[in-house]
């Protein structure tokens, strides 16, 4: 339910004109599309424009699911309806995700990488890790961190213990 109606001379006296584009002069959503703090009821609102002004200028109605994406000349901050093109959220989403150096694939690499180096290790953790015959690789399994971060604990670059710390230096052995 849409219940915030704008009319195509509204959109335009809030726009500049920049060729064939009609550029929103005010407030900016996150992905740079126009929003609007709308009152509506007494309870304020803010709506992204581009939808609105797509009605505005008599277009069709939007299908579930379908968003508007600037298909022509690619700014976002436009209202002109004719360079809008109706897509859907999931062929949005399909086109990212196949693309592949995007963003967000580049992000879960990263991601999962990350997961395994920075996976929490206590100071027991540690001290059980060098105290422990088991290889490296047993204990990388066991914990679900990865091998690197081991040999770092286990040579004290990591998780140095605060107990043993007082002895550094006096030669005294654990
Ligand atoms: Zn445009």
């Not at 180096?117 to 206590?122: C, E, F, N, S």
């Amino acid at each position: 339910m849409n219940a915030v109606v704008v009319s195509a001379d509204w959109v335009r006296a809030r726009c500049s004109d920049d060729g064939d584009c009609l550029v929103w002069n005010l407030k900016r959503g996150r992905s740079g599309q126009p929003v609007y703090h709308f009152v509506v009821d007494g309870t304020s609102t803010t709506k992204n424009v581009r939808p609105l002004a797509w009605k505005a200028a008599g277009k069709r109605e939007l299908k579930p699911g379908e968003v508007l994406t600037m298909g022509v000349c690619k700014n976002p901050a436009c209202l002109n309806a004719a360079h809008m093109h109706p897509t859907t959220r999931a062929e949005v989403l399909r086109r990212v995700s196949q693309a592949p150096s995007t963003k967000r694939t580049r992000y879960a690499a990263v991601t999962k990488a990350n997961r395994a180096k920075l996976a929490k290790l206590t100071i027991e953790d540690a001290r059980y890790v060098r105290a422990s015959d088991k290889t490296l690789a047993e204990l990388a399994q066991e914990l679900g961190v990865s091998i690197q971060l081991l040999s770092m604990v286990r040579r004290g670059e990591r998780w140095p213990d605060p107990d043993a710390s007082h002895f550094v230096g006096l030669g005294a052995r654990a």
